[in-house]
Structure formats: structure tokens, C-alpha cells
């Protein structure tokens, strides 16, 4: 399994945490990864709303640099990047306008996309090519009593269903109960997280954040569980604001990959934990004494 | 282009169709065309030769003319081929020395350049000029009609049939594939607009389908085998053990009282799994056959199925000298004949669990439609309290319409029966409750006698209608008035925003989808699916209960949504089509057998093909001969015979080549 | 081996000659006109029974007959009206295949489908992609094929001729008329 690895300008930047748990739990699980040589800016989601054509060719450079590197299977974490990349990929097949345009502006460069790479998330991976049993087999920490909120965000089923239901995914849940965590019912799963409203108009934003927050908070969830960095960031950032409008909630977000990385048993210190303002604690209830047990079933057999 | 014979005298007739082949095909041109082409002694285009004037033109001709063959250009052969032959039979003509030309449908309706369909019209016409020439007078094939009619289904649609036909003296057998008649109808609590109950409409058919002298009833039994052609179907019948003797059994039903187990305890299915029955069960009241039946998955004398024999059997006790029950029971196929057949096999109900942001399963106050007819009935689970299965009485309940219907993502046609449906459940809820009931529609389709009165009428009643597709019902609060609620999110799309209505339940109205066996039971039967799965009708319009198999007809939902009122006006139709047949006696049968020609070498390569064994090897003659009552007319045989000595009546091969040869030839 | 095609004239469009049955195809295409779908008016339908009445020599005499495509229409397997007729033509279809491309004729020039009574959209779709396909390829022009390989042949027998008046060896040659086509 081997795979070009599109970080994207998020997990070497706010979300570095992000790419700091995944690269080591793929390492791990024996999954592959090459960094794109040479990548760019994904074209990004808010861009595709001013010029759709610059940003569909900023993310087919990348499509056409994966499909020449070798590994055309791209890996994209970031939900936004998934998407442009995704969305990319659906625009070539489907407006030919579309296809002329990426085709003229990458033949300008050198470059040149058949529109085959298959666009990849991480969590699609883990979940189709390297298998929940698999994942189970390396569990040495299991997060037994671990109250997780799955929390997909609006960008990775929408509007492309590539490896879940669109309204009700589930591949992080049954990722996370793999880990040996319990995973909450949360029906705010693909809710939008804010976006970039925190920023733009507070009041909305900060709403969405406290929702989400709350909600999870009333079901017992001990923490949100994330994909894409920028729900990461204002599920995690923004507490102090939701405190001042609606008193205090206070949850922490943490990505799937680093409950991964625990289950696993690498170093706390080595997934980026660290560097949430909301910290994420746990100490796994300490392992039944194995004399105990032994004691117990020698007594039931007298 | 092999010239016709001196003798051929052909007459050529273009219709206009009105406007409709005309618009966009020259018809004078074409006729113009055609009387140039050798053998053709007449050739007319007129505006509608189906009509009585076309018809009797064409006889004319023939008499005047002295014509021998005759070709028609206008719509499908499947259409009017049939008219066209008795025209030509009464112009005194063999009714097979006449060729059929589709301009319509493969012409001048699927075109668009006046030009090339009017080539293209020619074209067509000239090669059945030359194939025309080619044709044989042949005599009409006529095959006698079984009198028995099978009738698959037992909801009002399959019982309507059964009775009109067995109050004509005809005798049905009627299968159902549940242990009693009823169908869905049997489940409702009202029917709509008229609010009259369900059950005291359908009871009375439902015994009169159980008394009927001339109706065998197979309750638990479905078809499994159909061998035949028209007027002959041999039908294999499966029947279920009951383990109860059904002509023992009076349905006094003290075993049920007498069961080992006190207190019934297993999911019912006849309401919806709302309550609880026992292992042995009659389903409703008023089941027909009143018998009951033991479920061998939850009685104690079986386990998982297999007779155990370990039951202290309080019910054989209860049942005493009448010795009913017959543990030891086992699966029995019964092979009957019949010549025509009714399928009435119904519908599925959407499965709601295919649009998870509708919470039905994960939130408990969720209901199906179906549901709540249980629920709201007087003889359902909760005698007609409205109790969710939280224990609450609800307050303000959301109807969610067109759940499965006219949305791409599930089944894009419009079931045509939930609009009515969930105003006649608003207004049983309301009548019940008291509660606050909101409708959310995309839009109300109200179109029969009385519908849109009912629609006002619920108006008046003070029921909400909110227009908007229910973007999903969650139950996370915004509020402290929405906490323990059922949040319905959606946008009004008259008001222009997006709206949050808690409420208590949340009733999901299913749209109607082809059961889940469809495929099944239309290849059991012959028939044909519609791409949605619905059984397809042999014309929309003008044979909307005929198969494309003949003796084979359809009523119901099984052909597509409709309510009882057109599914009982359907069946009734069905049930006459069938009388059609079998008070003539026989039908007559296209002529289009296979025959093997004296230069048959005997190779055999021809008798493994034939799917009905219509073919044998004469060991005398040392050839094969064909059985014509076996043969149905395919041609595979004629098709694959090396040395080309079997011919196919209407399809010879000399027929065929000069029809390729015209299509060609310019 | 590829297709030698002459330059197609101007006028020419492609002449795709149709066998369908009566249950399934025939009434897709006739559910085509009713739905009043749009689709190229290149091709002309003879109506069978079942697909299994189709003698690969309709095939044939088509193409020679000058048809630059040819296209057989069925039930989807298992649907068959008369049970299997469908998959002896599919059996007969892949040996004609074959041959078919053993005389240079392409691939895509004849065509079997499987298209059931309720798909009038998928009649519209098969016609239009095979007369665009058609058209990219030219015109067929089996006759004057046949022509030039029996001037060929005769060439050939002509040339098998001479070379034996010169080596004064006799080699068994086929009646010229064989080689003419009929």
C-alpha cells in the first residue's frame, strides 16, 4: 500500500497536530506514504467560490504531479483539500469547458492529467484498503471507556458519497469502537462547524460552535472526534467566545488519528497533543490484575 | 430486387395519423414513391386509416382493384396490426397476405428532419412491398380456453376479481401468500375521503371469497411454477404447513387460549409488530380462512423449526375430539390448470431505514404510516389510543410527506396515495389526540371524487400544512422549550425560511414500491417490469390490465400506486378481460410455427434448441417433425437448421432476405 | 486487420440495418416513440419473434447487401419471452463475431443489445452511439470489397498460372467461378 501524500497547507500549519498523529499511526499500520514533490495550494474550498476555473487548475497541478509521480492514489487529510481535489476530478469528467480549461493551463507547465487519480481519504483508506481487522490487531491501549463524539464535518460526504452514507456516515464510528472506544450518538455528525462564519460573522459562527459543543457535552461525550482541521480548529479555539455568549462548555477536539496513535501506544508526546487550547486527557482504567482473575475462576470451579 | 411474380397485385395505404406521422413525414410523397415499385397496383395516403372510413376503404380497394396484398404504413403492429388483418379478412383476403410498415413510433415520432424521415418512411415501405410479395395465406390458429382462472394475491384487488368472476360462474382459485386474504386494505383503519372503515367494507368480500362455492382459497401458499401457453397454464402451488388441518379447524380458537405460553409474546405482524401474538395465532379477527396457524419458529414443540415433540401441547388438549392440529404438517404442492390468470401481487411499503435523517430506528416516536393505522384503529394494539412507545400521548405530531417518492436519491415517481393518505391520518390523529398536527408536502395532490373537499375540509379542521421537504427530524435542542422533543428542520418554502417544529412524533408517510420479489414473480409469469420494477401493462392507455403474454393480466398495485378505488375498477377490468377469453372459448393465435421442409437431413442439430420439446425425430422418415400445438414461434430452431429446411409461417426466411433486400436497395 | 475504407462522399450517412424482438426490443422502440425521444433516423428495424430467429446470414446479407452496420435487438438474458432465445443468439454472435472480424469488418459495425421493453431511453442511446461510431468509421462498402478481392483472386490464379507454364508443374486450381462472388 503506497500512496502520494498531499498534505496541504493546514497540517504543516494549524494543523500540524493532524499530520504529526497521522503520519506515524500510517507508519504503523504499514501504509506508505510519498509526499507529493513539488504540491500546491489545493485550490481551497472559499476560492472555488470566486473563480472556480484558477482553483480547479491549482488542484488538477496536483492530480496531474500525483498521476506522473508513480502512486496515483492521492491521500488528501484535510477535508477541504479532499474535496477541491474530489470536485476537480468530477468537473474534468463531467463539463468539457471545464476539461479544456485545466488541459490548456496544465500543457502550459508541462503537465498533462489522464483524470484517473483516485482521490483519497485517510479514513477511506483505513477503513477499505488496510481493514478494521487489521486496525484491531495493533490496539494495545484499547480506549475502554472512552466517550467519543464522531463528528464528520460537512466536506468529506458532501456532495460526493465516495466511501460513506452522505447523511449518516459512519466509517469514524466504527473506527473508533475498533479502538475500543464508545462512540455517542451524535446526530450532528455532518452539521457545518462555523466554516469560516467564526471569523466573518462572530455571532453565527460561535453559534454553530456552541451547538456542536453542547450537544456532545448532553450525550456524555468525554471528547469530539474530527477529520478536517479547520472544525479541529474552531471546536478547539474558540471556548473563551462561546463562554462569554453562553457560559461554559468545555469539551476538547481532538482528530481520529490521535485516538488512533494512543490505541496504538505511541507517545503521547509524539501526536501533537500538546498543542490544543482545550487539553485531551486519558489514563486508561488500569487492566484488571491477571492474579485476580485467575483467583476468581479457581474459586467458581471448587 | 427479386421481381414480384406477374400475379402480385399489391395495395399500398400511408396514414397521416392526423398530424402525427404527418407533420413530419410527406405521406403523399411516400405514396407517390410506392406506386412507382413494381406489383403495387394502388397506393393511397389517407388521414386515418384505423378509422372505420380507412378500413372500409381497403376493402373497397380489394374488390375493386382485385387486389392480393396489401401493406399499411401508420403506427406499431402492436398496435394495429390485429385491425388491419380483419380488414383485410373482410375484404375477402387471407388476413396473413397483409405487411404492416412503422412510421409512427419509429419514425416520424423519434425524428426530427422532415427529409430523412420521409426517406426513411420509403425505405421501410419498399421493403414490405417486397416482403409482401413473399406472403402465404395461412389459416388462423385457434386455441381452446381453459374455463379456471388463478387469481395470485388476496388483497382487495385479487379478492374483487376472484368474486366478480366466480359470481359469473366461473371457478377461481386464489392464492395468498400470508395465512389470510386482505392485503394491506385489511391493515387500514379509515379509508379516505369518505372515512368509512376498512374492515366493514372488506370483511363482507373477504367471507364471501371464504364461502364462495366457486372459489378455492390457498391461503400461506404462493406460486411457484408456470408451464403453458394461453388457455393452458399448468400452475404449481406451494402450500406452507399451518400445521392445523384447515378443514378441521372450526376457528373457535381455544388453542390460542390454552397456549402454554399465558401471555402472547412475539412480534405480530399484522400490526406491524405494535403487539403481540402467541405461536399459535389466528392474525386478525376477521381472517379469511378462519383457521389458525402455529409458527413453528417460536412454538415450543419445534425448536428453530424442527418438530421437537417436547411441549406439554395444551392446545391439542384444548382442541380435543376436533384433532385440528397436525404438528406433523409438511410443504405440499398442489399442480393445477387453469386458462387465465390474474396477478394482484400489490406493493412494499417504502423502507424508511433507506433515509436515516429521518430517525426512524434510532428516535422511538418515529412511526411508518402503516404503523399508525394500527395504532389509531379500534381493534389494534392499543384500542385506538394513541400511545408512543415512550409512553406519552403525544401533543403535537409532524406528518412528513413523499417519504421514498418523487426524490432522486430513492423512487422518483409520486406513490399517489400518501397525500390522501396522511390527511385522513391527520385526521384520525387529531380526532384522537387533540394534538397539534403539521403537514409537510411538496405539494398536496389531491385529484379524485371528493379528494380536494377532504383536503378543505382538514384545512378547516385547523390541521397545519407547511410546504417543504423535511430536511431531517434530530432531536438535539436550541432551545429549552425543543429539549426532549422531536425537532423537525426544514425549509417553508411559502414562508421563505427555515423553520425548527418540535414535536412528539413523527409519522413518516411511505411511498409504494414493487414487492421485493417482483423480478421473481414477473419472470414466474412472463411478464415484463416497467424500469421502477412496476409490472408493465401492455399499453398505457388502451390495455392498461393486459400482459404482454396473452391469458396473463394484472391489477393493482403490482402495476403501479393507485388507491382502492381505481384498484377495485382495475381488477373488475381484469376479471372481464379474463371472461372475454374464456366466454369465447378459444383465441386466436398468431400462425407463426416452425415446420420442417421434406429436405430435412436429420442431423438433430434443431431438437435440443427447442425450449417447449415441440421437436421430435421421426425414426421412420429419418426426420425431425414439429409438434405446431408445442411450438410458440420463436424461430430459434429455423434460425439454426444447417441445411435451412425449417421454415417459420410469417417469418419465412425468403420473407426476411427480401426485406433486408428493400431496406437496402435504393 | 483494419478496415480499408474508401473516402465517404459527402451525402453519405450510415445505413445500419436492425433485427429486434418482438417482446423486448421491438416495444422498447416503440416506448421510444411514445416518450417522443429524439435519435438518429439512420437505422430501419425488421421485426422478429425473438432475437433467436436471427440466422447469422441475415447478417451477412445485410452488410453485402450494403448496409454499413448491423444491429440486433433482445431481452436481457433470463427475460426471454421463450425462455432462451436470447443466449443461442449470443452464442451464434460471438462465432459471428469472429468471422466478422477475420473479414475486416470492425468491431463495432455489428452489434448485439440486450434492451428491454421499458428501456425506450436506452434504444435512443445504442442508436445514436452506433451512428456516431459508424460515421467515424465510414462507409463499409462491402460489394465493392467483394469486387476488389475476387479481381484479386483472379490475379492471383491468373499469376499461380503463369508461374506453372513456366516451371511446367500443374498446381490444382479452384474453378474461376468459385471465386466470383454471387
Redesign the interface.
Known sequence: MKYSYFPGCSLKGLGRAYEESLLPVMKHLGVELQELDDWNCCGATAYMAVDEAKACVLAARNLALAERSGNPQIMAPCAACYLVLNKTKHYFHDYPAMKATIDRALAAVGLTYAGDTPVRHPLDILLNDVGIEAIKQKVVRPLQGLKVASYYGCQIVRPYATFDDQNNPTSMDRLLEALGATVVRYPLKTKCCGGSLTGTVPEAGIRMVYILLNEARKRGADCLATVCPLCQFNLDAYHAQVRAEYGDVIVPTVYFTQLMGLAFGLPAKQLGLHRAAVPFRWRPAPPEAPQVAAVAAALGSI | MVSPKQDIRIGFYVCHCGHNIASMVDCPAVAEYVGQLPGVVLSRDYKYMCSDPGQELIQKDIAEFDLNRVVVASC????HEHTFRNAVAAGGLNPFLFHMV?I????S?????RQ??T??AK??AR?AIVRVAHAKSLPVKKVPIHPDVLVVGGGIAGIHAALTLANAGKKVFLVEREPSIGGHMARFDKTFPTLDCAACILTPKMSEVGAHPNITLWSYSDVVKMDGYVGNYTVTVRRQPRYINEELCTGCQECIGNCIYKEPKFPDEFNEGLGKRKPVYISFPQATPQVVLIDPEVCLNFRHGVLTDKCKKTCVEACGDRKAIDFTQKVETREIKVGTIIVATGFKPFDVKRIPQYGYGSYPNVYTALEVERLVNASGPTSGDVILRDGRHPQAIAIIHCVGSRDKKTNRWCSRVCCMYSMKLAHLLKEHTGAEIYNFYIDIRAPGKGYEEFYDKLNEEGVHFIRGRVGEVTDWAMTPEEEGKLVIRVEDTLAGFVRRIPVDMVVLATGLEPQADSQDVR?LF?M????EGFF?ERH?KLAPVNT??DGIFIAGCCQGPRDIPDTVAQAGAAAAEAMVLIDKGYIEQEP?TAYIQPDCSGCKSCIP?C??TAIAFDATTQKAVINEALC?????C???CPSGSIG?NL?E?DE??S???G???N | MSELTSLPKADWTP?I?AFFC???T??A??L???S????A?NV???????S?????Q?VL??LR???DGVLIGGCHP??C?????NY?MLR?FQLLHRMLRDMGVAEQRVRLEWI????GERV?FVINEMTAQIKALGPLNLPQKFENWDREVIELARHVRQQEEISGVTMPTPAEKEAVHV
Open positions: 406499431s403492429p402492436l398496435l412503422n409512427r413510433e419509429h419514425d415520432w423519434v425524428h426530427t428532419d430523412e424521415a426517406a426513411k425505405g421501410l421493403a419472470r412472463n415484463s417490469c416497467g424500469t408493465l398505457p404482454f403474454t407463426n434448441l425450449p417447449y410458440k414461434g420463436c424461430g430459434t429455423v434460425a439454426a417459420q417469418f426466411d426476411i432476405f426485406e433486408i433486400d431496406l437496402l436497395t | 445505413r440495418v418482438n417482446w423486448c421491438y416495444t422502440a416503440d421510444a416513440g411514445v417522443r425521444l429524439k435519435y433516423p430501419r428495424v425488421i421485426r422478429l419473434m425473438c433467436g430467429r436471427v440466422d447469422p441475415f446479407d445485410a447487401r450494403g448496409a433470463g427475460d419471452h421463450y425462455v432462451e432465445g443461442k451464434r428491454s421493453a421499458a428501456e435512443k
